[in-house]
């Protein structure tokens, strides 16, 4: 694509990768400018995501790089389109993932608004993805750098998000950002990189989500009903999780198998690969298809059930056009309700949905 000073807004978070992307377009010819969103409020100063430190690193950013900067806050938008989402689905036992809603409601949808009215036709982002361009569709692409790929949390893009959009690091390789950013002399070289949930920051999950969804004490029991110990909330755990369920005795660590809301009862089993983790297929609801419902009624792929699984051959049966279930031609490990099913065609991503419902081997 030829720039000939076409304007771009790149969202610029006070990170490296985003810096980059800025500078990368500017070098291109783009007319750039760079957008600050503050899209949360409630812990203005937890150590992990002040607004007000990532805000004064990204100004010294743009002054490095020589381009304005706006900011914006979205926070009213996150609170009511992502945040009370992840409160509804953590309340019902689901494990939801917020960047997921984050960037189909905010970064692609409120952020690709914002720029065009600054009469910006593209934006842009520190993503690693890519997109390509064939005939009048665009399609989703892993970035080239596998280990970093971000495309997982992109597949509910839809052709409006993906016409305008940029991924200026899709080719790159996350080793050489950091060099490139030395050799720029930009201030975030350095810098951190954020992992997690940037609402969470730094304090245990657990004591972040009792701030909004009070304890609630049930039994831990095996898949026999035999009691081992005490929940404190059935929201505080996820399935494959072994950490914090504080079960002695004898044998191997215990991990959670299933949670059932209507007897409060969290099951527990020993063993990282124990038979009731494993699962051979899963339904995916409201499933979204990057450019069109294909035509068949089946089609073998593959798909991923967490961000950083590799990839799983898989057989997809398209009951509706929302609605899927994939069968796994190995058993996968504690795929859990909530999570994205994402799937692919090589380094393409066809589509995702919400894991719904799963089947142990040998269920359809």
């Known amino acids: 694509m030829t720039p000939r000073n076409q304007k771009v807004v790149v969202g610029l978070s006070g990170g490296v990768d985003s810096a980059i992307a800025a500078a990368r377009l500017k070098a291109q010819g783009w007319d750039v400018t760079a957008l600050f969103m503050k899209n949360w409020e409630e812990d203005d100063d937890a150590e992990y995501c002040a607004a007000r430190e990532d805000l004064a690193m990204a100004q010294q950013v743009v002054e ?9 806050n979205f926070a009213h938008e996150y609170w009511e389109r992502v945040f009370a989402i992840f409160l509804r689905e953590y309340e019902a036992g689901r494990t ?15 952020f690709l608004s914002y720029a065009h009215q600054l009469g910006s036709d593209y934006i842009a982002t520190g993503h690693y993805a890519r997109i390509e361009k064939v005939g009048g569709a665009f ?20 052709q409006r998000a993906l016409s305008p959009t940029l991924f200026p690091l899709g080719e790159a390789q996350k080793k050489d950002i950091r060099t490139e ?23 245990r999950f657990a004591d972040f989500l009792a701030r909004y969804l009070p304890p609630k004490p049930g039994r831990m029991c095996t898949p026999d009903g035999e009691p081992v110990g005490e929940h404190q909330g059935l929201w505080f755990y996820t399935l494959g999780q072994r950490q914090g369920l504080d ?37 995916a609801k409201s499933m979204h298809w990057v450019s069109n419902t294909p035509n068949a009624s089946l089609m073998h792929c593959c ?58 081997a040998g269920r359809s």
């Open 64 to 72: 490095a790089l020589d381009i304005p900067l706006r900011t914006v």
């Open 96 to 110: 939801p993932n917020p960047d997921v809603l984050c960037n189909r409601e905010i970064k692609f949808k409120e």
């Open 139 to 158: 399609r989703l692409l892993k970035a080239h750098d596998l280990s970093k790929d971000q495309s997982y949390f992109l597949h509910t893009l839809d």
């Open 181 to 203: 950013a030395n050799t720029l002399g930009l201030p975030n070289a350095d810098r951190k990189d954020s992992t997690g949930i940037c609402f969470i920051g730094e304090q």
């Open 247 to 283: 079960i002695g005795g004898p044998g191997e660590a215990w991990y959670v198998s299933a949670k059932n809301i209507q007897t409060n009862v969290l099951t527990v089993v020993q063993g990282h690969d124990h038979p009731e983790l494993m699962r051979r297929s899963v339904v």
């Open 303 to 360: 798909a991923k059930t967490r961000y950083r699984q590799t990839d799983q051959a898989c057989v997809v049966h398209i009951q509706a056009s929302d609605v899927v279930l994939v069968e796994f031609d190995e058993p996968q490990r504690a795929p859990t309700p909530g999570q994205s099913l994402v799937l692919y065609q090589g380094d393409q991503v066809l589509g995702g949905g919400i894991i719904s419902a799963t089947h142990s």
